[in-house]
């Protein structure tokens, strides 16, 4: 074994899968290891190059690997799906692994510390209970629509529900009323829980430079900061802000042949929550320029007059992707470009 200079490494929850090659591609070993073998055995192989695909526990056994001194190479699974030689198995996936590692234009992805692991799961859990919240409301708001109680969407109007039901001459079946109670109970430990998280996120992204630098840009707050920080990999990873654009799914998806260009909607094949979240920061800049005349002569004036507001809204998402990349890269704060203009 003393010739192996990559191991493809098949990750599980109790058995894993090892594939050692040499430099010139020709298999050393390929052997299942359980999970209190994995570390012991990497530790006796020579500093070489461990893949494995980008999946769950993936970026923990990545930093324990590291730690080795072996240097970690993370792939998108849909990166070595085409490597997968006839039947899936264990003893295939790790193969492929090795062989989509050593390609010289294969892409990676960047080993996540703990840290930006336990912010994304603080992210997580919010976008989790906020969801929760939202299904408990809608199925509240279905069953009084059942019996005459109806009010608008959102949270802020479960006050309508609550007085409804509250009411002294409600004709509402007691039943009704105590089965509507519980959902009440339930949305407002979810509000309270939802409220103590957001917190925890405002004070995380105080303590670093680079999330006090994101808050200074139009449309992004504290939840958005720290996505950002959580689930994006350092900036000099992207050679230019449309890379990092690109990455998030914030460009046109391309059906280009024999030549011709073809553009279509956007691509969506990226980092959601970090999309999600500046698409929405960026339709709050839109609603307030509909109300309020944004600059004459600005790009979101020239903008809003002649394109759909939803539109407008994803370009301007896309500006502020590349904004984000602009800032962090050259360690730079936010130039309002109507202030720099004039």
């Keep these: 074994m003393d010739g192996v200079s990559i191991v493809g490494l098949d990750l599980a929850k109790r058995v894993f899968q090892a594939h050692g090659a040499c430099s010139n591609g020709h298999v050393i070993f390929r052997k299942k290891l359980s999970r209190s073998q994995l570390v ?16 769950a526990s993936a970026h923990f056994w990545g930093r324990a690997i590291r730690d080795l001194g072996h240097e970690v190479r993370l792939i998108p699974p849909i990166y070595v799906k085409p490597f997968v030689k006839r039947q899936k198995n264990d003893a295939a996936d790790a193969e492929a692994i090795a ?45 009084l629509a059942e019996h005459g109680v109806v009010a608008p969407q959102g949270v802020t109007n479960v006050r309508i529900l609550e007085a409804a039901i509250e009411e002294a001459e409600t ?15 339930q949305i407002a430990s979810l509000s309270e829980q939802i409220v103590t998280l957001e917190k925890v996120l405002q004070q995380e992204a105080g303590k670093a430079a680079t999330t006090a630098r994101l808050l200074t840009v139009p449309g992004i707050g504290h939840v958005t900061a720290m996505a950002i920080e959580a689930f994006a990999p350092p900036m000099e990873t992207f050679r230019r802000g449309r890379d990092f654009a690109a990455w998030l799914g914030l460009v046109p ?3 280009s042949t024999g030549g011709k260009q073809v553009l279509g909607r956007t691509s969506k094949m990226g980092q959601r929550d970090i999309r999600r979240l500046l698409i929405t920061g960026a339709m709050t800049i839109v609603r307030w320029a509909s109300r309020k005349a944004p600059p004459e002569g600005s790009w979101l004036s020239r903008m809003l007059e002649r394109k759909p507001r939803m539109l407008v809204a994803i370009a301007l998402a896309n500006k502020m992707a590349r ?20």
């Design 171 to 185: 004709s509402l079946d007691l039943l009704i009323i105590e089965t509507a109670r519980l959902y009440l109970t």
């Design 40 to 55: 012991a055995f990497l530790a006796r192989q020579p500093r070489c190059i461990v893949a494995m695909e980008a999946c």
């Design 323 to 342: 904004s984000v990349w602009a800032m962090l890269t050259k360690d730079e704060d936010y130039r309002n470009p109507v202030a720099v203009a004039a």
């Design 99 to 143: 062989e989509a590692a050593v390609r010289p234009n294969m892409r990676f992805v960047e080993v996540k510390s703990q840290r930006q692991q336990a912010g994304a799961m603080v992210f997580r859990t919010r976008d989790l209970l906020v969801r929760q919240r939202t299904q408990l409301i809608n199925a509240l708001r279905g069953h």
């Design 253 to 255: 998806i391309q059906r």
